[in-house]
């Protein structure tokens, strides 16, 4: 696909200044291709300069995090909050910890958090945080400590109306109550500061498992817009997280079969199908910190193939739910081979560029993790409204709203990509879709 003079232009500026910046020149490009459509139709983007501004955060706090280890030793990591875009509403976005987390990292995510949001309906701005600590093996007492030295810092930088993280990789229920109660302590403010919350706390029934779930209904509509339905699919996951937890147990319920899940150690394949005591297993495997797939393999007696990535194994849908670049040219090309209908990300930006071409070319359906894990952040978005009425909506109240969220999600883009002139084309619909809110609020708030 041609790219737009004015977008190529500041690309190659962008390249320029952060080349290091790998993962996030990655997402700025994907964004720039799809946008390049609407460029060539409506010159104002280009006389406003709202390139230019929009893939420059608003404002990024780097910081120390000293925090001291169960030998009494002093240890330091790095802390990142990125604060991308207020343009309709505060900053949102969750808090990734993982030793592989860099500047670069936080920027991609919070970059497309961006899109995301907007996509949402809801009035949230983009932002990412987290660190490079690496949470494996570490004691309960450690990981507390070190949730409160980070939020001893993050704690000025945020708040209810200004910048609400959640989690990520690494960041699940328990860290975000040890951010939760340092916060409280440091600020004195019992308030909607983090989503993710603990239930007797403030936080929304359906958030944990709201990004699996959604990632399955938005495949379901997917499949729908070619008469088919995720009953009877065989699905190949990968990771064994909180997106790939969610995703399971949905596609289960929904009558399809997931036969393979994976982890950093390789996947396991089991033909029978994973539901039952097996997903309640996949909680206990992550709650372990052991980060092993195969402890799966040596419970329920099934393959477990080291080192290696599910995508060899047949199946009808696949749902990349671990995180960036996980899914190669190679990959796509064997799931293509083995008749593979529709890529639903989990994950955000699972599938390299490359490869994310074929599949467009390839015209089976294949969505970006902006649109079809959007689920997550728009379920963080309903524990926003319910802290701000002091009200909590029942489980059924919560997952239809879900539903409704990911329909009209899975709505947007199909229309923008029908109205810019490729109509199946996820990955370019979302982006429009999203971009075009965005950009026309900071058109209209002037100098931001
Ligand atoms: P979890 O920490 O619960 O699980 C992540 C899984 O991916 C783990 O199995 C993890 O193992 C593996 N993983 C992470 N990094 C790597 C790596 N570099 N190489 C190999 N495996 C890796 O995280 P989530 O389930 O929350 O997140 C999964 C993906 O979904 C991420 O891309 C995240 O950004 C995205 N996402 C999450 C949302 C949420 O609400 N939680 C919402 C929307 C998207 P290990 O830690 O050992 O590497
Ligand atoms: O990538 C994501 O959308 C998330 N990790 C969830 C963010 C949130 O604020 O709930």
Same mark, same amino acid.
């Given at each position: 696909?041609?790219?737009?003079?004015?977008?190529?232009?500041? *690309?190659?500026?962008?390249?320029?200044?952060?080349?290091?910046?790998?993962?996030?020149?990655?997402?700025?490009?994907?964004?720039?291709?799809?946008?390049?459509?609407? *460029?060539?139709?409506? #010159?104002?983007?280009?006389?406003?300069?709202?390139?230019?501004?929009?893939?420059?955060?608003?404002?990024?706090?780097?910081?120390? &995090?000293?925090?001291?280890?169960?030998?009494?030793?002093?240890?330091?990591?790095?802390?990142?909050? &990125?604060?991308?875009?207020?343009?309709?509403?505060?900053?949102? /976005?969750?808090?990734?910890?993982?030793?592989?987390?860099?500047?670069?990292?936080?920027?991609?995510?919070?970059?497309?958090?961006?899109?995301?949001?907007?996509?949402?309906?809801?009035?949230?701005?983009?932002?990412?945080?987290?660190?490079? @600590?690496?949470?494996?093996?570490?004691?309960?007492?450690?990981?507390?400590?070190?949730?409160?030295?980070?939020?001893?810092?993050?704690?000025?930088?945020?708040?209810?109306?200004?910048?609400?993280?959640? /989690?990520?990789?690494?960041?699940?229920?328990?860290?975000?109550?040890?951010?939760?109660?340092?916060?409280?302590?440091?600020?004195?403010?019992?308030?909607?500061?983090?989503?993710?919350?603990?239930?007797?706390?403030?936080?929304?029934?359906?958030? #944990?498992?709201?990004?699996?779930?959604?990632?399955?209904?938005?495949?379901?509509?997917?499949?729908?817009?070619?008469?088919?339905?995720?009953?009877?699919?065989?699905?190949?996951?990968?990771? @064994?997280?909180?997106?790939?937890?969610?995703? &399971?147990?949905?596609?289960?319920?929904?009558?399809?079969?997931?036969?393979?899940?994976?982890?950093?150690?390789?996947?396991?394949?089991?033909?029978?199908?994973?539901?039952?005591?097996? +997903?309640?297993?996949?909680?206990?495997?992550?709650?372990? /910190?052991?980060?092993?797939?195969?402890?799966?393999?040596?419970?329920?007696?099934?393959?477990?193939?080291?080192?290696?990535?599910?995508?060899?194994?047949?199946?009808?849908?696949?749902? #990349?739910?671990?995180?960036?670049?996980?899914?190669?040219?190679?990959?796509?090309?064997?799931?293509?081979?083995?008749?593979?209908?529709?890529?639903?990300?989990?994950?955000?930006?699972?599938? &390299?560029?490359?490869?994310?071409?074929?599949?467009?070319?390839?015209? +089976?359906?294949?969505? #970006?993790?902006?649109?079809?894990?959007?689920?997550?952040?728009?379920?963080?978005?309903?524990?926003?409204?319910?802290?701000?009425?002091?009200?909590?909506?029942?489980?059924?109240?919560?997952?239809?709203?879900?539903?409704?969220?990911?329909?009209?999600?899975?709505?947007?883009?199909?229309?923008?990509?029908?109205?810019?002139?490729?109509?199946?084309?996820?990955?370019?619909?979302?982006?429009?879709?999203? @971009?075009?809110?965005?950009?026309?609020?900071?058109?209209?708030?002037?100098?931001?």
């Amino acid at each position: 696909m041609a790219m737009n003079a004015y977008a190529q232009r500041v *690309l190659d500026d962008l390249s320029k200044r952060y080349y290091w910046e790998k993962e996030f020149l990655q997402a700025a490009t994907e964004v720039m291709e799809s946008i390049s459509l609407i *460029l060539d139709r409506e #010159p104002k983007y280009e006389k406003a300069n709202i390139l230019e501004r929009i893939v420059e955060p608003e404002r990024i706090v780097c910081f120390r &995090v000293p925090w001291k280890d169960d030998k009494g030793e002093f240890r330091v990591n790095r802390g990142y909050r &990125v604060q991308f875009n207020s343009a309709i509403g505060p900053y949102k /976005g969750g808090l990734r910890f993982h030793s592989t987390v860099t500047l670069s990292i936080i920027k991609f995510l919070g970059f497309e958090q961006i899109f995301k949001n907007s996509l949402t309906g809801l009035a949230m701005g983009g932002g990412k945080g987290g660190s490079d @600590f690496d949470p494996r093996g570490k004691s309960e007492n450690e990981v507390m400590v070190f949730c409160q030295s980070f939020m001893t810092e993050l704690a000025r930088h945020i708040g209810a109306d200004t910048d609400v993280p959640a /989690g990520d990789i690494g960041v699940g229920g328990r860290e975000i109550g040890y951010l939760f109660g340092q916060y409280k302590r440091l600020r004195n403010l019992f308030e909607g500061v983090l989503t993710g919350k603990g239930a007797n706390w403030g936080g929304s029934l359906i958030r #944990p498992e709201a990004t699996g779930y959604g990632v399955t209904y938005f495949a379901q509509e997917m499949l729908r817009t070619r008469g088919q339905d995720i009953a009877g699919k065989i699905v190949v996951v990968s990771g @064994f997280g909180n997106v790939a937890w969610g995703a &399971v147990q949905k596609v289960t319920e929904l009558g399809g079969k997931v036969v393979a899940i994976s982890g950093p150690d390789g996947f396991v394949h089991d033909a029978d199908g994973i539901r039952g005591e097996k +997903i309640e297993y996949m909680l206990a495997m992550r709650a372990s /910190g052991r980060d092993r797939v195969q402890d799966y393999a040596e419970r329920f007696h099934v393959p477990f193939y080291a080192g290696k990535r599910p995508w060899s194994i047949k199946c009808d849908v696949a749902l #990349p739910c671990a995180t960036q670049n996980e899914v190669s040219v190679e990959d796509v090309q064997q799931l293509l081979k083995n008749g593979c209908i529709c890529i639903t990300e989990g994950a955000n930006m699972p599938v &390299v560029l490359d490869a994310a071409k074929i599949l467009i070319d390839s015209k +089976i359906l294949y969505s #970006p993790g902006k649109a079809s894990n959007a689920g997550g952040v728009g379920v963080s978005g309903l524990e926003m409204a319910q802290n701000s009425m002091r009200l909590k909506w029942s489980r059924e109240e919560v997952d239809r709203e879900l539903q409704k969220i990911m329909r009209n999600i899975h709505q947007s883009c199909v229309e923008a990509a029908e109205q810019y002139g490729c109509p199946g084309n996820y990955v370019n619909g979302a982006n429009i879709a999203g @971009f075009k809110k965005v950009a026309d609020s900071m058109i209209d708030q002037g100098l931001v």
